[in-house]
């Protein structure tokens, strides 16, 4: 298991839920019985993950104390105990020694027992003295787990294996000593705990790469930070940081926090986080993240979330939630595993007494098949099969940007029909931007613009945002405007460098006695045919030009759509936004269905009604107002660059603002699924097959714990391969 620190017993964590590190579980009955026992406590809910070893616990702590859930588990015959950190001691660690003997020991004893023209005298004693090490010290942890079950009146994958092996040796051993004729199967007892040491081995270092992805999330943070202290830089630890701090940040290092820039402007590294490869340039008032990297210029950083609540802390948060959770497909598995031992045993039981009974093989045959039966129905594989691929898919989800909330969003994925993609912020980048400038006759557009920026950089609204901004990054300093005065819904007028001028409706112009040429007015109706947002710009009563300001879309988007498309969806756009307006955004992207002119209450409603025509629908949003359309749809998808209303009502979160990344979280997920899928039919086919065929007693017990073992590391190693998802975010 990995090894973890505790903290004190009675440490209880806010909220009432903790995680708690399991030890000693063995097969996926010990998760399951694990889990029955925490469930028995009043106000007690609770999910045992035996591939990560951890227990997700929910409980009421006015009626339980954590003293409580630890003795629960104890009295199970298990260990508990409250995680700080990852030590990362290697947790195929305790089995390496002990396999390295078993292998030595074994060799010889395979070779006696297959040699049967060159064995030396008495090979059979020193068979047993070969085999005795192996299966009292190497295969000790086995006949202590099943000891340990034994107590509490239950049995294991570790009681097949310590029942067969144990009856091998005592077999072989009673055989020889009281010189009965009859064959010995010390190779059978070595061989078998070697092999099942083996699969342990690559089992658990395989279980660990499937938690990596947890790991590198919790190493990702940075562990210091230079505070400012009036004004002089101070090292303290993160964990010294509070809300409001301010702290400095060089080139090349870590951001400690969740804060603001307040001084300084650099580049970015987001890709821990979003998964995007392009570093994102930041300036004073932007937010940035704890652990990203400050890719060039010296930042000073105003610190607004610590510890719990950073996004790092929530998406591990999130991961770790997941992974700990059981999908709908798992629990036929944990109803079969925990019948299963005791069955495996009565068919072992009922193969020797029918073999002896119906006296078609002698005694050592009999056995042999019995033992046989007992070693190659192992449920290891079948308590491994949902929880390792649930681990390496939301992992690997983690690192491309993709949360996953639980794992029974899989199967929702896999039902989808049709998806809504909000417009604003999902579709468009959500911001205002100048997206034309026209002249009139005799003037340059620059000119249009240093005048437009000028009288529109006093004023807090949208569009007169957007363009101060164009104008400063277009031409650099403005010249000063004076007696600016904003007319609500028309626009503003200012004096700049003694011009009298006017930016807004043509209705605001008309006041003035200015109307629109003709070429301009033409202009203009083409530039919002197309969906922008047109004001003119006149000076001293005479027309200099248009300026045309739109919500640019996604460079991504019109790719994200294919991709959408490609895996069977039809997407559909929803916005407040007119029907002309929506018709242009749609079209640019490659959208045939459009809901125009919808009202924010009236998202969900929407979004029922295609439910109601039998479509089962996912939802893309990021705002506030998509929250309840995300809570109401199957599936909820939010762009992580929104609102926090929006990313807890969604099951899915794509922390980058990439609409691509939808199709990326879609396709993982329907992958992670159908590995699900095909580990559980691995898992159940294995046994339908083996067990038929160790009764027959065409399997031999070496053969049939080689199977075992082997079962077992291939179901872990397909799930690996989810490791090599490719995502579309971040391609050209």
């Given at each position: 298991m990995t090894a973890v620190a505790s903290r004190p017993r009675d440490q209880v964590p806010a909220g009432g839920h903790v995680e708690l590190a399991i030890g000693g579980m063995t097969c996926a009955s010990c998760a399951t019985r694990i889990e029955k026992r925490l469930n028995k406590l009043p106000g007690v809910e609770a999910t045992v993950n035996f591939a990560s070893e951890h227990a997700a616990v929910a409980f009421d702590p006015s009626r339980v104390r954590i003293t409580d859930l630890i003795g629960a588990v104890e009295a199970a015959g298990y260990e508990a105990s409250l995680p700080d950190a990852v030590t990362g001691e290697d947790p195929a660690r305790p089995y390496r020694h002990r396999l390295v003997l078993a292998a030595a020991l074994s060799v010889p004893l395979l070779t006696f027992a297959w040699s049967s023209g060159s064995r030396p005298p008495g090979w059979e004693w020193i068979s047993l003295a070969l085999a005795t090490p192996v299966v009292f010290f190497s295969g000790w942890p086995l006949h202590r787990a099943a000891a340990k079950n034994a107590r509490h009146g239950v049995a294991?994958?570790?009681?097949?294996?310590?029942?067969g092996t144990l009856s091998a040796w005592v077999w072989s051993t009673v055989v020889l000593a009281a010189a009965i004729p009859a064959s010995v199967y010390f190779d059978t007892a070595g061989a078998i705990t070697t092999l099942v040491l083996l699969g342990r081995y690559l089992e658990a270092r395989a279980k660990r790469r499937s938690g990596e992805a947890i790991r590198k999330l919790l190493e990702l943070g940075a562990k210091e930070a230079h505070l400012l202290r009036d004004?002089?830089?101070?090292?303290?630890?993160?964990?010294?940081?509070?809300?409001?701090?301010?702290?400095?940040?060089?080139?090349?290092?870590k951001i400690p926090t969740d804060g603001v820039v307040v001084a300084g402007s650099s580049a970015v590294d987001r890709s821990m986080l979003t998964g995007e490869p392009v570093p994102v340039e930041v300036v004073p008032g932007d937010e940035v993240s704890g652990a990203t990297v400050?890719?060039?210029?010296?930042?000073?950083?105003?610190?607004?979330?610590?510890?719990?609540?950073?996004?790092?802390?929530?998406?591990?948060?999130?991961?770790?939630?997941?992974?700990a959770g059981k999908a709908p497909v798992q629990r036929l598995a944990d109803r079969v595993s925990a019948v299963f031992v005791p069955v495996v045993i009565a068919v072992a039981s009922l193969t020797l007494i029918g073999w002896l009974l119906l006296g078609a093989a002698t005694a050592t045959a009999a056995f042999g098949a019995a033992v046989a039966v007992i070693v190659i129905a192992c449920p290891c594989a079948l308590g491994l099969a949902t929880p390792t691929a649930l681990m390496v898919g939301t992992g690997r989800g983690a690192q491309l940007g993709i949360v996953i909330k639980g794992p029974e969003v899989l199967e929702r994925t896999r039902q989808v029909t049709t998806i809504v993609l909000d417009k604003t912020g999902t579709v468009t980048e959500g911001t205002m931007a100048v997206s034309a400038v026209v002249a009139a006759d005799g003037v340059e557009d620059d000119e249009v613009l240093r005048l437009a920026a000028a009288a529109e950089e006093p004023s807090e609204h949208p569009i007169a945002r957007a363009i101060a901004a164009f104008g400063h990054d277009r031409?650099?300093?403005?010249?000063?405007?004076?007696?600016?005065?904003?007319r609500a819904g028309l626009g503003v007028?200012?004096?700049v460098e003694g011009h009298a001028v006017v930016v807004g409706r043509s209705s605001l112009l008309a006041d003035w006695g200015v109307v629109l040429p003709e070429r301009l007015a033409a202009e203009a109706a083409r530039l919002e045919s197309a969906g922008a947002t047109v004001v003119a710009v006149a000076a001293d009563a005479a027309v200099v030009g248009l300026v045309a300001v739109a919500d640019r879309i996604k460079k991504t988007s019109r790719a994200a759509v294919a991709e959408l498309r490609s895996l069977g969806l039809d997407p559909v756009l929803l916005t407040g936004d007119n029907e002309r307006v929506a018709r242009v955004v749609a079209d640019e992207v490659g959208i045939d269905r459009v809901l125009a002119g919808v009202l924010p209450q009236g998202k969900a409603a929407e979004i029922a009604r295609l439910q109601d025509l039998g479509e089962v629908v996912a939802m893309v949003g990021d705002g506030v107002n998509d929250a309840p359309a995300l809570a109401r749809a199957d599936l909820g998808l939010a762009i992580g660059t929104g609102a926090d209303v929006a990313i807890e009502a969604s099951d899915l979160t794509l922390v980058s603002g990439d609409l691509r990344a939808a199709a990326d979280a879609i396709r993982l997920a329907r992958r992670t699924l159908r590995t699900i899928k095909a580990n559980l039919v691995w898992a159940f086919g294995y046994n339908v097959v083996a067990i038929p065929l160790a009764v027959a007693g065409v399997v031999n017990p070496i053969v049939a714990a080689a199977t075992m073992a082997f079962s077992s590391v291939?179901?872990?190693?397909?799930?690996?391969?989810?490791?090599?998802?490719?995502?579309?975010?971040?391609?050209?």
């Open positions: 294991t994958m570790d009681t097949l294996i310590s029942v004004g002089v830089e101070v090292l303290v630890p993160i964990e010294k940081l509070a809300v409001g701090d301010r702290f400095v940040v060089r080139p090349g290092e400050n890719a060039s210029g010296r930042l000073v950083v105003e610190a607004t979330r610590v510890g719990e609540s950073t996004a790092l802390a929530q998406i591990t948060r999130l991961v770790a939630e997941a992974q031409l650099g300093t403005l010249p000063a405007a004076e007696g600016f005065s904003a007028e200012a004096v291939f179901v872990v190693t397909n799930s690996l391969r989810l490791r090599r998802f490719s995502s579309v975010v971040g391609r050209p």
